[in-house]
């Protein structure tokens, strides 16, 4: 669930290009080069321009999420196989409700790639993160979900739903663009500020993730009992084992859950717009 480094070119700076005449003869000149901008302006710049994307993604004009009727089936304990036709079920359900949302933007969309491992990897965005059961990596746009031994004796299917559909919100931060005012503002902002941005992404994830969780209310994955357990676990634990508050507390993290069941609607998760005080 931990945030990871993106790929240099999500951070839209362009150099400044010098043209030359190829022409041959005694009339041959060179054209002037504009002049040059401050690199720190530049970056200014597009932090403002990324700002407005993410505040005002089309994304938000979509209305409720597509219910695809996700029925993944049974998630027994102990069986690796049922684990990862568990987890590529709601894999496909999820590429189905956010490209059909995607159309509605009329935003271009790709799906993401998943990789079920059971030990940490280096993914191509770097180290495991501390704490984290599951990651997403945007440089190679690929989703990896860890199962334990723990989690195979005993599995909670609304429970790896809810993490697989809440790295896949990062995907969808990825391909609209949100992603790029992230990166771009992180580049130059202190520490403070940073881990603001962090929860902003964090906690859109994590509600993009409830507004999927909620085209399944009241069917057996998804049981009233099963998801006011969830919230409240969230509530009490979901700031555990984050070295900083860099995924929000477990109150924020519980509001924002209930706030995109409650709604099902991308709009419901414009952290971006939200009032800083209500990403803490």
Avoid at 7 to 25: E, F, I, K
Avoid at 30 to 59: C, F, H, I
Wanted: with cysteine; proline share 5%.
């Amino acid at each position: 669930m931990a945030l990871v480094l993106a790929a240099a070119a999500l951070v839209l700076v362009l150099a400044d290009v010098a043209t030359t005449s190829t022409t041959l003869g005694n009339e041959a000149q060179k054209l002037a080069s504009p002049p040059a901008k401050d690199p720190r302006t530049k970056k200014q710049e597009d932090v403002l321009l990324g700002a407005r994307l993410a505040k005002a993604s089309p994304l938000y004009r979509t209305g409720r999420l597509a219910d695809v009727n996700c029925s993944p089936g049974a998630l027994p304990a102990g069986s690796m196989v049922a684990y990862r036709r568990f987890l590529t079920r709601v894999t496909a359900c999820l590429n189905k409700a956010w490209a059909a949302q995607f159309r509605k933007a009329r935003m271009p969309f790709t799906k993401p790639r998943l990789r079920i491992i059971t030990t940490k990897v280096k993914t191509p965005c770097g180290a495991w993160n501390t704490g984290a059961d599951g990651v997403y990596c945007s440089t190679d746009r690929t989703m990896y979900l860890m199962i334990s031994r723990t989690q195979l004796r005993n599995p909670f299917a609304l429970g790896i739903t809810r993490l697989i559909a809440h790295e896949y919100g990062h995907h969808v931060q990825q391909v609209s663009g949100i992603w790029n005012y992230y990166w771009a503002a992180r580049a130059i902002s202190g520490k403070a500020r940073r881990l603001q941005l962090s929860r902003n992404s964090e906690l859109q994830a994590e509600c993009f993730s409830s507004v999927f969780m909620s085209t399944m209310k009241g069917t057996p994955l998804v049981t009233d009992a099963d998801w006011a357990y969830t919230v409240g676990w969230f509530r009490k634990n979901g700031a555990k084992g984050w070295p900083q508050n860099d995924h929000g507390k477990g109150p924020t993290q519980a509001a924002w859950m209930t706030r995109g069941f409650n709604r099902g609607t991308p709009a419901s998760c414009n952290t971006w717009a939200a009032s800083p005080r209500n990403v803490t």
